[in-house]
């Protein structure tokens, strides 16, 4: 039982490429969010979903896309990366009551 | 809308010493909320949390905190502090009104264990 696992864990990118961070969950939950953390600011809500096939936009969605075709599966597409998406990503999957956080991704855009 | 807030950026505290992290909400409707903790280049791990009953709660690692309604606030406590309890701390509360059960967290305490 992995729980939450991200890929990949750290990632250089220049001005206007693009990427996409995965994120997969192997307890079944239809609940995934996606999160960036900035120094001082907490955790901010990119998109969640509530099951495959289903997202939505949470609190600082631009410059991000998701799908969810699978229960396991959500990848956060990121285009045209910007200095301002330089930032630590966290996928996240919900149980019962709480929230099962990966390790992270750490992108650098330059 | 659902927020908590944590007043201190800061806590630093002597090993063996009692600690507190603190956290107010603001909700509408009954409070959902949580405590969790964040190690060096780890993701969030969640302590414990509170949805009913006893206002004490019990969580992972020795940790309680304290749930008071008249002061919307859901302190961190933990009677003896450890160096390896040295972390960020982050408080949150979930929003049961939203079809996807949102987390809004806090901006994190960062604790130091002083040996």
């Known amino acids: 039982n992995a729980g939450v696992t991200q890929t990949p864990k750290f990632r250089i990118l220049k001005i206007g490429q693009s990427m996409t961070l995965q994120c997969t969950q192997d307890?079944?939950?239809?609940?995934m969010y996606w999160y960036r953390q900035d120094p001082g600011m907490g955790l901010k809500l990119i998109y969640y979903?509530?099951?495959?096939?289903?997202?939505d936009k949470g609190e600082v969605p631009n410059g991000y896309n998701v799908s969810r075709s699978t229960t396991e599966d959500f990848p956060l597409r990121l285009e045209l990366a910007a200095p301002s998406q330089t930032s630590v990503y966290f996928c996240?999957?919900?149980?019962?009551?709480?929230?099962?956080f990966g390790p992270g991704t750490r992108l650098l855009v330059l | 809308a659902q927020s908590v807030a944590q007043p201190e950026d800061q806590v630093n505290v002597a090993e063996g010493n009692p600690l507190t992290v603190k956290c107010t909400y603001s909700?509408?409707?009954?409070?959902?909320l949580f405590w969790y903790v964040q190690y060096p280049n780890r993701g969030l791990q969640f302590l414990l949390k509170?949805?009913?009953?006893?206002?004490l709660v019990k969580g992972s690692y020795g940790f309680e905190a304290e749930f008071n309604k008249s002061q919307t606030s859901f302190h961190l406590k933990k009677p003896s502090a450890l160096v390896s309890d040295s972390a960020l701390y982050f408080c949150?509360?979930?929003?049961?009104?939203?079809?996807?059960?949102?987390?809004?967290f806090g901006t994190g305490t960062s604790l130091t264990v002083i040996p």
């Open positions: 949150a509360v979930r929003d049961m009104g939203n079809t996807g059960n949102q987390f809004y």
């Open positions: 307890m079944n939950h239809n609940y």
């Open positions: 909700v509408s409707g009954n409070p959902y």
């Open positions: 996240a999957s919900r149980g019962v009551e709480t929230q099962y």
């Open positions: 979903s509530v099951g495959a096939g289903i997202t």
């Open positions: 509170y949805i009913t009953g006893d206002n």
